[in-house]
Antibody, heavy 123, light 111 residues
Framework: QVQLQESGPGLVKPSQTLSLTCTVSGDSITSGSYYWSWIRQPAGKGLEWIGRINYSGAAKYSPSLKGRVTISVDTSNHQFSLKLNSVTAADTAVYYC???????????????WGQGILVTVSS | QSVLTQPPSVSAAPGQKVTISCSGSSSNIGNNFVSWYQQFPGTVPKLLIYDNNKRPSGISDRFSASKSGTSATLVIAGLQAGDEADYYCGASDGSLSTNWLFGGGTKVTVL
């Protein structure tokens, strides 16, 4: 059964770059042509999709974050990563990684999800 | 602001039924699959419904969903105290469906 686990710093200073990694276990990150996604959730607020990547490295980003976000994949280590630059307090959130089931260029659903990691932007 | 619109909250007594709507457009719900997620406070969102109306293994048949045009609906029948949670709809979006949207979420309260 596939499992995802986020890792990275829990505290990032304003204007710096937030960097997180999601490690996939229980299956190969290259199997099934899945879309590997990042989602975030500020405290007390709803879910926000950040972007996704497939195993070949083709990434798509939320229009609201495009320009600040980069998602990359490391198939040899079964990981995909998120970088969000020029962070502010508004980027403070729990960040989740999730696997997206594909159909064509779209995503059918997101499952499973990682446990999430709280990232706080503060000096 | 979410382009998928959900009511902020719904409530009903135990045993009753609640309906949660998710309204979108032809660029998302109208031409893509809808999924629903259940999230208890402080926990990870869990897939509740996929492909508009299918339940993953282990999900109670008290949860059902449908899609019509550019809207989707989640129904929780026989409401239980343990159903009190936030519920989110989700769907691909965009001309090539390469983006993803979540609804704003609906808090279900059991009276």
């Amino acid at each position: 059964q596939v499992q995802l686990q986020e890792s990275g710093p829990g505290l990032v200073k304003p204007s710096q770059t937030l960097s997180l990694t999601c490690t996939v276990s229980g299956d190969s990150i290259t199997s099934g042509s899945y879309y590997w996604s990042w989602i975030r959730q500020p405290a007390g607020k709803g879910l926000e999709w950040i972007g996704r990547i497939n195993y070949s490295g083709a990434a798509k980003y939320s229009p609201s974050l495009k320009g600040r976000v980069t998602i990359s994949v490391d198939t040899s280590n079964h990981q995909f990563s998120l970088k969000l630059n020029s962070v502010t307090a508004a980027d403070t959130a729990v960040y989740y990684c999730a696997r997206g089931r594909p159909y064509g260029s779209g995503t059918r659903s997101l499952d499973p999800w990682g446990q999430g990691i709280l990232v706080t932007v503060s000096s | 602001q979410s382009v998928l619109t959900q009511p902020p909250s719904v409530s009903a007594a135990p045993g009753q039924k609640v309906t949660i709507s998710c309204s979108g457009s032809s660029s998302n719900i109208g031409n893509n699959f809808v999924s629903w997620y259940q999230q208890f406070p402080g926990t990870v969102p869990k897939l509740l419904i996929y492909d508009n109306n299918k339940r993953p293994s282990g999900i109670s048949d008290r949860f059902s969903a449908s899609k019509s045009g550019t809207s989707a609906t989640l129904v929780i029948a026989g409401l239980q105290a343990g159903d009190e949670a936030d519920y989110y709809c989700g769907a691909s979006d965009g001309s090539l469906s390469t983006n993803w949207l979540f609804g704003g979420g609906t808090k279900v309260t059991v009276l």
